[in-house]
């Protein structure tokens, strides 16, 4: 009877204790995807998605060039203009690696599900307008859970207040234009619901773009429509067609919020994904700003076996060389899918920092510097947001 009591007992504290610590998920065989379109909760934060080994990359400085490059990364404002980390753990990683403002773009037109990447290419209307609203809906909900140190970014003013009282803010934005199924009521919505950026092409089919890559008639309305309520452009993932359609209708500064260099990454221009010379200079005309990606597919390694933060700061130099300092920023594009490779010395969030370091051993001013960091996306909001 004694031992039966003990038996008891143990399995009793064994069902409690996995209660209080459940398993961790296994992140490594995800399972499918819900057949909800509507679901988008984040499974795994960005810093699991992208832990690659450490490469222990180091950028040699003196130490007065280190304890410069470390107030200067605390004075500027520092923005990413696209990524996909919207777990409560990026939140947490935002603030402790000092970035101020990020541009989060919950993938509303397919789904990111236990670090697996799925599509749904079919039905291009069907349930894309609550899946849009539910995606901000999300990121007002992860706002507010955490107390205050975060704030929606609806006007550049914002950003500063962000910065001033040590807050982290967002800027909301859509990649892709299904959520707005056809109809420009939509566009309208997400606005009121706080969207400031959109970008108009991914990877599946849309109402915005024909099926030769071109923008439709639609398209090119969604675009003077985003001029007039004041929600900034994003021009990434573009055919050169589309892109040249893109810059010679709107009346306002764009982005092209993560890319490569054609001359840097080899193989010449490919749209807006792989910009050309001429596409930079006609994003320069246009006031616009050039986001570098992060990822080393559009990063390619010269230094090394792999790309580096050095070949990251190629892509920055040679814009500045050709067109100034004012064109270009920093995209990233973190997204919570495994299997993929960031530059080595910004893999995560808390290692951004080395883009400056590197900035500054190759003597960029401190000028140019906090305009890569976020100064220039600043003046284009100013531009654009109303």
């Given at each position: ?96 690696a000092g970035i101020t403002v990020r541009t989060i773009k919950p993938v509303v037109d397919g789904i990111f599900w236990r670090g697996v990447r799925r599509y749904r290419i079919d039905a ?13 809906r999300i990121l007002d909900r992860q706002i507010e859970a955490r107390g205050g140190r975060t704030i929606k970014i609806l006007t550049a003013d914002d950003i500063y207040r962000a910065k ?223």
């Open positions: 009877m004694k031992q039966l009591a003990r038996s008891l007992v143990v399995v009793f504290l064994g069902f409690v204790q996995a209660q209080v610590h459940p398993p961790a998920p296994d992140i490594n065989r995800p399972s499918p995807p819900p057949s909800d379109i509507l679901t988008l909760e984040p499974s795994i934060p960005c810093s699991v998605a992208a832990d690659q080994p450490s490469s222990g990359y180091r950028i040699e400085l003196s130490p007065d060039q280190e304890r410069h490059a470390i107030a200067l990364w605390r004075k500027a404002i520092v923005i990413t203009a696209h990524d996909h980390c919207f777990h409560a753990g990026d939140f947490d990683d935002m603030a402790r291009e209307t069907e349930g894309w307008v609550e899946r849009g609203k539910n995606a901000l001033r009282e040590n807050r982290t803010g967002i800027i909301y934005s859509f990649e892709g234009a299904r959520p707005l199924a056809g109809k420009m009521e939509n566009l309208r919505t997400f606005y009121e619901m706080g969207l400031r950026e959109m970008q108009l092409f991914w990877a599946v089919p849309s109402l915005v773009k024909n099926n030769d890559g071109t923008l439709s008639a639609f398209g090119l309305d969604v675009i003077r429509e985003m001029n007039r309520l004041g929600i900034l452009i994003d021009l990434s993932h573009m055919s050169d067609a589309a892109f040249k359609q893109a810059i010679n209708t709107t009346t306002k500064p764009i982005v092209v919020s993560h890319c490569g260099i054609g001359a840097v990454s080899g193989g010449g221009g490919r749209g807006s994904d792989n910009l050309s010379d001429d596409n930079i200079r006609s994003i320069a005309a246009n006031q616009g700003v050039i986001c570098v990606h992060f990822y080393e597919g559009y990063i390619r390694p010269h230094h090394g076996p792999h790309a580096t933060v050095e070949d990251l700061v190629d892509h920055i130099d040679y814009v500045r060389k050709l067109v100034g300092i004012d064109s270009v920023a920093l995209g990233v594009d973190y997204f919570p899918e495994s299997g993929w490779r960031w530059v080595e010395g910004a893999e995560r969030m808390e290692y951004m920092p080395n883009v400056l370091r590197e900035m500054l051993r190759r003597g960029f001013t401190d000028e140019e510097i906090e305009k890569v960091l976020g100064g220039n996306l600043i003046r284009v909001y100013r531009s654009v947001w109303k």
